[in-house]
């Protein structure tokens, strides 16, 4: 079984203030994706990175997949209260290409 | 486009009751997923499909079983209901396999009394 273990597990921070969460693993993932998910919702997938060193932008957020392609981070800079969610990392498996297996997420508090 | 619609949104059952939970998509996406989400323990693969007329188990099958019948819908179906499987449950779909992204429902909140 493939696992993924996310960090911190909880945060809270200030509106404004800079954060990274990671993702890591002792396993290789041929690719790993990032949702976020708010309360009484599915999650929604923010980005897929593919490639070893690869690093993604999205407005404020920039991903990025570990060379070895065993982890990754989401780092928010200016986090904002909209930031808010519980944000989840999931990976596919160099042999279950047809499954995720997913991180057990980061709980994200941005307050005003 | 409706996305994935899962009904319903909210059931409580009791000790050893039945119910099925309905999932379906419009998007025409061949694999199909269905997970349960509990507090603090990320989601947890209960069946799988990759088109209509496969499944195959995920990490946690026991009590549940799954049919897909066409490509749109993927009913889960819960036999003598324990308190154990109160959860809060997701149906997802892609199109397929590899680093396509998945498209989830917005949940079934399950209750076992």
């Known amino acids: 079984t493939q696992l993924l273990e996310q960090s911190p597990q909880f945060l809270s921070i200030q509106e404004g203030e800079n954060l990274t969460v990671y993702c890591n693993s002792s396993?290789?993932?041929?690719?790993l994706q990032w949702y976020r998910q708010e309360p009484g919702e599915g999650p929604v997938l923010l980005v897929t990175?593919?490639?070893?060193?690869e690093v993604k932008k999205l407005k404020r957020l920039t991903f990025q997949f570990g060379d070895a392609r065993k982890d990754s981070s989401l780092h928010i800079t200016a986090a904002q209260p909209g930031d808010t969610g519980l944000y989840l990392c999931?990976?596919?498996?160099?042999?279950?290409?047809?499954?995720?297996?997913f991180g057990e997420g980061t709980q994200l508090t941005v307050n005003p | 486009n409706a996305g994935v619609t899962q009904t319903p949104k909210f059931r409580i059952l009791k000790i050893g009751q039945s119910m099925t939970l309905q999932c379906a998509q419009d998007?025409?996406?061949?694999?199909m997923y269905w997970y349960r989400q509990d507090p603090g323990m990320g989601l947890k693969l209960i069946y799988y499909?990759?088109?209509?007329?496969?499944?195959d188990k995920g990490e946690v099958p026991n009590g549940y079983n799954v049919s897909r019948s066409t490509t749109e819908d993927f009913p889960l179906r819960l036999e003598l209901a324990a308190p154990s499987q109160t959860s809060v449950y997701f149906c997802?779909?892609?199109?397929?396999?590899?680093?396509?992204?998945?498209?989830f429902g917005s949940g079934t909140r399950l209750t076992v009394v």
């Open positions: 990175v593919v490639t070893g060193g």
């Open positions: 499909s990759v088109g209509a007329g496969i499944t």
């Open positions: 997802a779909s892609r199109h397929g396999g590899g680093s396509y992204g998945y498209t």
């Open positions: 999931a990976g596919v498996g160099e042999t279950s290409g047809s499954r995720l297996t």
């Open positions: 396993s290789v993932f041929s690719s």
């Open positions: 998007m025409n996406h061949n694999y």
